[in-house]
Structure formats: structure tokens, C-alpha cells
């Protein structure tokens, strides 16, 4: 499965440490920009690779100048000589790593990648965007579920977009585009007593405001045909999730006018993302002794495809760490 777990800025000439899915990793590129992931720790005596620095586009150990390649192989050991050869165990663990959309993701889980990972479609390269990250003392999927709950617009964010008392959530609808994809829609409504509809009797309706998900944690608020908000969730840790929140926005036809637009409108997604923090911090970590109720829908079909993936059930759930 791939994840999305960094923007591309991010990663510079310079080898970066960062924790991922309980991982400490080192990320680089090479003479040509491709992005490498390796696991963080020297072979040798266990040093930060990501406190070394790149050499002939391989990652140089700043202990004893063990160089390593892309696929984590050690191919120089100074104090060895240039013509002795590497034997095979020296090696750190390798990822697979996907770029584009400005984003870098992450092959983690059984198997080796087959196809690209993907990213919503309809944002092309003409949008600009503005970004800001923040870290949460959340587990991840409560930071995911907190972007697929419709009904805490009215409590959670009162003063901003959840402004005119739209309690009442009839659906939401849901509809899964692929196995890794869904839409679903808002229809939220002023409490006067009326009966609320079940997704069922909405189907075919369609809500000016909907969102997208793409397993396991890339989602879009479409907003209007020109603005979006973009967020993707990163496990740094069981405990702890990155935000990486996007603003986009292709608007006049300038793209550079469009970005400062963009820009602008920030402060308010951060106070929004706010309002969300300071609740779903109080939240207890476990999402299993959650009773859910009909307008979490998003939520449940998300958790289903959630639970298919062992390996990250193990890894949010499971013993250790
Ligand atoms: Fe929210």
C-alpha cells in the first residue's frame, strides 16, 4: 500500500531524517532528483545516516564514510580499501518511493508495488497551492476519521464553516469509486422536526459540497470547481499522526495570483484544523469501543477498508512500541 507521508519541499539535496509508521527513516536524492528512503541507522555501529551527507549519489554514514546505495546496499567501506568487496550483509532495509503531485509516498505492507499511487484526478498541474503541516498527538485514524465526520460541523466549527445550525445530517451517501476511493456528500439541514432520510433515498441526489477519500490517507474537499482543500494523515508513530494540509486553488488563470490566494486563505484553514484539534485530542486513542451512528457512515466504510490491511492493524492495534 502506498503512503502518502511527505510533501516534496521536504526533502532537498540534503538527507533528511523523519519518523514514519513507527519507522525512523532517511530520505535523499540523488543527482537527478530521485527520491531514496532508507532505513535511518548505519549497519556498521548504528549511526544516523540522515546526519551524513550525499556523495556520488550515494548516502555517505558520517561515522566512517560507509557509503550506500539506493537499494540500502553498502558499496564502499573506506577503511577497507576501494577494491574490497561489500559482502552482502551489509545492508540497511529499503522502501519504495513514488513522487509527483509534490508529494512523496511510501511502499509500506506485503508485497511490491504494482501501479502508481494515486491522486485525486481532477487537480491538475494548472492549480497553485499553499500548504502548512502540523503534528497531532493523535492516533491515525482518528485524525482520518475527524476529515470524514459530517455531523461535528455545527459544535465543532460553530463560528466558521459549520455557521447556520445545521444539525440535522440526512445520508450522507457514500459511493466507492474503486477499492481504495470514495465520495461522499453533505446534506446537512436546520432541525424543524423532519424526518431524516437514509442514504438509500438520497442516492442520485447530489450535494454541492463533497468530499474524496483515497485509502490509506489522502482526502479533498471540493469545494468549488477551482478551490480544494487537500490534506493527506501520516503516521509518524502509533501515538502521533503529521498533517500536511493544501489549499489549491486555480481561479483568475494566473498561476502565480492564484497562489497568493491561496496563501491567504491559510490563517483560516488553520483556525478551522484548529477547532478540530482542540476536540479530537480529547478523544480516547482506541477507535474500537466508538458506537457509531447513521451519519458516520464515511467513517464505517472507512474503518472496513481499514481493516483488511493486517499489517497496519497491526501496527495501530497490535503489542509493542
Ligand atoms: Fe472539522
Known sequence: MWFAVLSSNEVRRKPVGVRRLGRDLVFWRDSLGKVYALEDFCV???ARLSAGKVINDRIQCPFHGFEYD?????RLIPAL??????????????????????????????GEPEKEPKFFDDIDEDFAYAEFRELWNVPFPRAV??????????FVHRTTIGRGNRTLVHGPVVKWIDEDSFIFYVFNEVDRGQRVKRPEELSGEESRV??????PNLWQNHISEGTRVVAF?????RQKTMIYLRFYVKMTGLKPVDSIIARLSMPLNRIILHQDRRVVETQERDIRKDVL??????????R????KEKKLIDFLFGGGQ
Open 304 to 307: 472496513k477498508r481499514l481493516y
Open 44 to 46: 556498521h555501529r548504528r
Open 233 to 237: 494523515f501520516v503516521p509518524v508513530d
Open 81 to 110: 580499501g576501494k577494491n574490497y568487496k561489500v559482502p552482502d550483509r551489509f545492508r540497511v532495509n529499503s522502501y519504495p518511493v513514488y513522487e509527483k503531485n509534490n508529494i512523496i509516498w511510501l511502499w509500506s505492507g506485503e
Open 70 to 74: 539506493g537499494n540500502g546496499r553498502v
Open 210 to 215: 463533497y468530499l474524496e477519500f483515497i485509502f
Open 145 to 154: 476519521e475527524n476529515q470524514l465526520d459530517v455531523m461535528h460541523l455545527p
Open 293 to 302: 451512528v447513521q451519519g458516520d457512515l464515511p467513517i464505517m466504510e472507512f
